[in-house]
C-alpha cells in the first residue's frame, strides 16, 4: 500500500497520488512508466521519470483508470487516501 506520507510534491491536491523514490518503506515509484504510459489524462512523469497525479479523476470511468493503474503498479506506489 502506498504510503500517504511519502507523496511525491508535484501530486495535485486530492486524494489520489503517487509516492516519492525516496520512500522508507520500499513502495516508492521506480520510474517504470506503467501508469503515466497508461493513464495519461491522470498521471505524469517528473524530469527523472517519477511518476505523479497531474489530474484528479471524477467520473466513474475516470476512478476506473487510476485503480487499474493501482492495481497495475509492481511496488504500490499510487494509493488513494480519500
Wanted: contains cysteine.
Amino acid at each position: 500500500m502506498a504510503n500517504p506520507k511519502a507523496k511525491n510534491a508535484k501530486n495535485v491536491e486530492g486524494s489520489w497520488f503517487c509516492t516519492s523514490p525516496d520512500d522508507d518503506g520500499g513502495e516508492g515509484c521506480i520510474a517504470c512508466n506503467v501508469c503515466y504510459s497508461n493513464a495519461p489524462d491522470f498521471f505524469a512523469e517528473d524530469g527523472d521519470g517519477n511518476a505523479y497525479v497531474h489530474k484528479q479523476p471524477e467520473s466513474a470511468a475516470d476512478i476506473q483508470a487510476c485503480q487499474e493503474q493501482m492495481d497495475a503498479c509492481p511496488v504500490s506506489s499510487i494509493g488513494n487516501d480519500g
